[in-house]
């Protein structure tokens, strides 16, 4: 088997294992027998497991970025933001994003190692979210907060994925919708 095809393998079998078994669940194991090769190959493509539990988090979240960098160029507000974003959250949740998400930031809060690395793969989305607030907020009373709204959203990004593993029917920007157009209509 050619190596980027083993490698493939190995990262959509990592992804498998962490959405429908969990991080605990997660072992060289239970990866390799997804992807039907031999548990040396995780180390030798990839180092160890966490490394490859990262790359099947890279692979989604490169994925997932992509498509929320178009939603958040194509609005000029922060409801059609959030009007944009809501399907594409809805598609996380269902699609396993979410879960592969908060099984990696649960892991890592007692791995250092681990959360050094999670902590860097949330930066394309801060940058994301910094770009985003600026644009959306230049000219409004909230322009000189819009380096904290990022971070908010951020936040908000992870409580939301959090919540959605918890109760997904709780996990949903409908509401925020509304409270940014109410804002968005007091700032004039």
Do not use: C
């Not at 178009?70 to 949740?93: G, N, R, Y």
């Not at 607030?133 to 409580?159: I, K, N, Q, W």
């Not at 919540?163 to 804002?183: F, K, M, Q, V």
């Amino acid at each position: 088997m050619p190596t980027e095809e083993t490698r493939r393998r190995l990262v959509e079998a990592a992804r498998t294992v962490l959405v429908e078994d969990g991080f605990a669940a997660a072992s060289t194991r239970a990866i390799a027998s997804r992807a039907a090769v031999n548990q040396a190959l995780i180390f030798y493509h990839f180092g160890g497991v966490e490394p490859l539990l990262l790359a099947a988090l890279d692979a989604s979240s490169e994925a997932r970025l992509a498509a929320y960098r178009e939603a958040v160029e194509s609005v000029d507000s922060v409801p059609a933001l959030l009007e944009a974003i809501a399907p594409l959250f809805a598609e996380d949740v269902a699609g396993g994003h979410v879960t592969l998400v908060t099984e990696l930031v649960g892991a890592s809060l007692s791995r250092p190692e681990l959360r050094k690395e999670v902590a860097a793969r949330l930066e394309p989305w801060r940058e994301l979210a910094e770009g985003a607030a600026r644009r959306l907020l230049a000219g409004t009373p909230f322009e000189p907060a819009a380096d904290d709204v990022a971070s908010a959203a951020v936040a908000l990004g992870l409580g939301l994925n959090l919540l959605a593993r918890l109760d997904p029917e709780a996990a949903r920007l409908t509401g925020l919708t509304e409270l940014a157009r109410a804002l968005a209509d007091a700032a004039g």
